[in-house]
């Protein structure tokens, strides 16, 4: 009998838990994968960070606001997301305006709100009130879209992303570009649609590059041979890719990274985290990190699947694939693949409105997967 105790027992606390998060619209296993990467991120953010506490704490905050936000939008219907969805894209876009108008500059960018209390980017709102506002405008619309309906979808995808891409903030611009243009994927374009998009949008980036402002033509350029300047432009990813490439297999060793410690590594603790971990950890510590970022990405794709009606199917969709999309771009970008566009490592990177915004992201596709049943009905 003692030994049949033992053996149920932890059985009985993985129900209870189970339970419990069930009650909380919560996903166990998305959850969990949340939590390692979140824990994960905070180890490596310790030696990023030249080994300060402070930078630790700060994050375990953010954090903990994130999982707030992600626990009180796991329990709110679709329906009201549906009502509040375009109130929601309303006031992100009078944030931006006033953010282009008289936001706060910092490096360069004017990209906040200066509260007093706190600072935040109205532009990671819009992460989220772009594909809430795409899939609201589909969702008793035919499917797939007309090409009036892809003028809509076009503006409303347009019009944040142009105002963020202003301030400037390239790098957002485009994830909110990406996210509503998930959405409208989702919604099922036939492939000569997406053919002859592309083609546009061809036109529309070599027309673009000479409304670039000079970093970023820079930026591109450096992208292509970051040896034309490597003491300048092309110092960030030359460094990123040393240190990558010194971890070899099994890494330097935790806290022995020559070129993070050192500080040849710019912007070690946000955007270039992942050349931190590529050198103390090596090719397994980012396996380590990339495999994680699988199972979460895989299991949000799983919860989207089970949606039953087109608002929740898109939405959640888009939340679960825009999540890939941001690991692809940081990872492709710190190991020189693709060109460098300040993209923050997921739940990794030093971060505050960003850290939230993710987060509650996921809070929204629990919410609508949680209450599926209630939405079809």
């Known amino acids: 009998m003692i030994y049949e105790e033992i053996d149920r027992s932890p059985r009985r606390t993985l129900s209870e838990t189970t339970r419990v998060l069930s009650r909380l619209k919560l996903d166990g296993p998305l959850v969990l994968g949340l939590a390692l990467l979140a824990c994960y991120g905070q180890v490596v953010l310790y030696s990023a960070s030249g080994q300060d506490w402070q930078s630790v704490l700060r994050g375990s905050i953010r954090i903990g606001l994130g999982a707030v936000a992600m626990l009180a939008l796991a329990q709110v219907k679709p329906g009201f997301l549906r009502r509040i969805t375009p109130w929601l894209y309303g006031i992100g876009i009078v944030l931006l305006i006033i953010v282009d108008a008289i936001g706060y500059t910092g490096k360069g960018a ?14 990671e709102i ?30 409303i995808i347009g019009v ?11 790098g957002t611009g485009l994830l909110i570009t990406m996210a509503g243009v998930l959405v409208v994927l989702l919604a099922g374009l036939q492939w000569q649609i997406i053919t002859g998009l592309a083609g546009v949008a061809g036109l529309a980036a070599w027309g673009g590059w000479y409304l670039l402002h000079d970093y970023q033509r820079q930026r591109v350029l450096t992208f292509i041979d970051p040896q034309q300047d490597p003491l300048g432009a092309g110092y960030h990813i030359i460094q990123s890719t040393i ?8 890494g330097k060793g935790y806290l022995n990274g020559s070129q993070g410690q050192l500080e040849f590594l710019p912007e070690r603790s946000t955007d270039f985290i ?32 089970q949606t039953q009606d087109t608002f929740a199917r898109l939405l959640a969709g888009s939340l679960a694939l825009i999540f890939f999309v941001y690991v692809f771009i940081n990872a492709g970008m710190v ?3 693709l060109p460098v566009v300040g993209v923050p490592l997921p739940l990794i990177s030093y971060g505050g409105t960003s850290m939230v915004t993710l987060l509650a992201g996921f809070g929204i596709l629990m919410s609508l997967y949680s209450h599926r049943k209630f939405a079809a009905s």
């Open 274 to 305: 992942f050349a931190v971990i590529g050198e103390e950890l090596g090719f397994v510590g980012c396996a380590i990190l990339l495999l994680l970022y699988l199972l979460v990405v895989s299991r949000a794709i799983y919860l989207a699947t």
């Open 160 to 170: 944040p992303a142009g105002l963020t891409i202003l301030q400037p903030d390239l």
């Open 335 to 337: 190991s020189g693949i």
């Open 243 to 250: 240190a990558i490439g010194s971890g070899g297999v099994f």
């Open 110 to 123: 004017q990209r906040w709100l200066d509260l007093g209390i706190v600072r935040f980017q109205p532009s």
């Open 126 to 155: 819009m992460k989220l009130a772009v594909p809430m506002m795409c899939a609201w405008y589909l969702r008793e619309r035919p499917l797939p879209p007309d090409g009036v309906t892809l003028l809509v979808l076009a503006t």
